[in-house]
């Protein structure tokens, strides 16, 4: 009777292990499944322009997303790139960080006639912008950018910087 017990026992906890490790599998393949499929599409939406167009360019920023607070919270370290052209401004990074910007909203391609702010602002002691614009349905959102040129940046947006906030 005992080894009976044990024996089933023994088995339970061997159908739980499996149990588990293919409910492991399963979440870390919709994972990684879901990195890559915001990276293609992210990629899509890469802007064509020829090198001559750039006006500004930084490897290097770090910013995030004001969208929520699991973008606020997250974002980018040194790893962002910003590109502004006479036309837009294109918010990125390179690969492997390309694999997360779209999770954290920091994809964009801004076009610079619907930027309807640049708010100077302090994050953690550090000079940034809050930029908000309006997308092409309508919507607002809002950047903090810290790009490593300030000036060089904001006099490549050629807009009027508005008063100083603290966040």
């Not at 017990?5 to 979440?27: P, R």
């Not at 973008?71 to 960080?97: D, H, I, K, M, Y």
Request: proline fraction near 3%; glycine fraction near 8%.
């Amino acid at each position: 009777m005992k080894t009976e017990t044990i024996t089933t026992l023994a088995s339970m906890s061997l159908q739980s292990e499996k149990a588990y490790y293919y409910l492991g599998m399963a979440a870390s393949v919709a994972f990684f499944g879901y990195l890559g499929w915001s990276y293609f599409r992210a990629r899509k939406m890469k802007p064509r322009f020829e090198p001559a167009e750039v006006v500004f360019q930084e490897r290097g920023a770090s910013g995030c997303s004001q969208k929520n607070i699991h973008t606020r919270l997250g974002g980018a370290r040194n790893c962002l790139w910003l590109v502004v052209t006479g036309s837009f401004l294109w918010v990125t990074s390179s690969f492997p960080f390309s694999l997360f910007t779209s999770f954290y909203d920091l994809e964009h391609v801004i076009p610079l006639d619907s930027i309807l702010s640049v708010r100077r602002s302090s994050f953690l002691g550090r000079s940034s912008f809050l930029l908000t614009y309006r997308d092409g349905t309508g919507d607002r959102h809002t950047l903090r950018l810290l790009p490593k040129k300030t000036d060089d940046f904001v006099r490549s947006l050629g807009v009027k910087i508005e008063h100083e906030t603290s966040a």
